[in-house]
DNA sequence: GCTTTCTTACTCGGATACCTACTGTCCGAGTGGAATAGG
DNA sequence: CCTATTCCACTCGGACAGTAGGTATCCGAGTAAGAAAGC
């Protein structure tokens, strides 16, 4: 799984603190609060804004703030929105390949078990992730590192 | 995930069938049944064999054969084996870079709720494949679409 | 006929290229604010 | 003093390289079976 799972949920947090009057944060910003290669982060956010999780305003003032409040963003969400929806085990059906490639179509209708396991094994991870929202992960942070960022998001200049 | 998983955990299967005499299946003939590149093949089935799921034979009628019975393998061996045991989410603690960077290191002792959730939902996901053995998948295949495989072996030719 | 030796074909195993996709970077389009000129 | 206009710095957004890991391939080391020769 790539980065940009972690730099996205962390820089929806750090939105939600630094944004609570509805300001927009920059990437620049975000990419020198987590010392990230800026641009890249930027793609990330990108998608995250394509998902609605994120919403984007371009000009002076301009950057990120949160698409929907942070009780309806799963970590699943976030997941999807940059590494998309399919899944990490694809069967390619190999069962119909060589030997089996003269078999009558009928018989492979439903899927061979070892693809329905790893189907069921990756729903799990999903509804695991999919009950976890933003605003928990919010819940497991010391008050004052909240109250840290926004010093230091002051202090760090407009 | 890599296809080798699959390739993996299908040749399992059919070793299981064709060996039952303790007879070892040689790659090609693996290969062949699936329609699979030979010499790629051979790497993801040496693989399972370090793992000790597959035991190998040099020389003439060698080949694979069961490291141990298949109600001992579980679908996350097979996983473990060729993609290793890491996980795909990896922390890099981004928050303690940049804004964060001259924090007191004790705050950052115990991971973040990030991470946590992730770690959590990826047991999950495991403790799903670790309950699903090989012997498992037999059972949901067709009694005849194993004795097909043997006819294949015996008529293909040693 | 049995045993020993030798040959030989066959198999695994690791070292070597290729190629997709994640990572990282750059520059242009567009926007909103602020300064400015006019009323 | 208020308003409309112009300008400009700032931001996102997508297009363009670099690189690591999965994919694919080839060739050599080792082995066990089988043939052949000797007893």
Known sequence: MGQGVEWGAHC???IAWLGEEGEAIPTAKLAEAFDL???YLNKCLQALSRAGILASTAGVKGG???GRPLEKITLLDVVVAI???EDAFRCSEIRQNGMGADR???EF???CGIATAMRRAELTWRRELAAQT???MMLNVPRDVAMRAK???AAVGN
């Open 104 to 106: 009558s179509a009928g």
């Open 83 to 85: 590494e998309g929806s």
């Open 12 to 14: 929806c947090l750090l």
């Open 37 to 39: 290669p800026p641009a």
């Open 151 to 153: 010093r230091w998001y």
């Open 64 to 66: 990120f703030r949160l």
């Open 109 to 111: 209708l439903r899927p």
């Open 134 to 136: 933003l605003a928990d």
